[in-house]
């Protein structure tokens, strides 16, 4: 059984950060891709970032130069740094992972944090 869980989120006022985790546990053998998500209330869920096992990265347009995205291998956690958040960067955030476990490979999610900016 895989499990992600997130933390790190939470209130903070325009021009803030925050910085979000997600750690995996489980019978994994492998994790390859592992994404931050996020959906706002009304709307769809969209791709935040992207970070590869080799550790590329790509993040969507509204986020690039303010949000980072890292990952460290040896805890199997996967990190969303998020500085000058703005009020429309509020919305419940998703961790995503693609993991192989024995000799299946499925894709996970976390439970969802909330992030709030206030104006």
């Known amino acids: 059984q895989v499990q992600l869980v997130e933390s790190g989120g939470g209130l903070v006022q325009a021009g803030g950060s925050l910085k979000l985790s997600c750690a995996v546990s489980?019978?994994?053998?492998?994790?390859?891709?592992m994404d931050w998500y996020r959906q706002a209330p009304g709307k769809q869920r969209e791709l935040v970032a992207v970070?590869?096992?080799?550790?590329?990265?790509n993040y969507a347009d509204s986020v690039k130069g303010r949000f980072t995205i890292s990952r460290d291998n040896t805890k199997n956690t996967v990190y969303l740094q998020m500085n000058s958040l703005k009020p429309e960067d509020t919305a419940v955030y998703y961790c995503?992972?693609?993991?192989?476990?024995?000799?299946?490979?499925?894709?996970?999610w976390g439970q969802g944090t909330q992030v709030t900016v206030s104006s």
């Open positions: 489980g019978s994994i053998v492998k994790i390859t891709a």
């Open positions: 970070i590869t096992s080799g550790g590329s990265t």
């Open positions: 995503y992972a693609r993991v192989t476990t024995g000799i299946m490979t499925n894709d996970y």
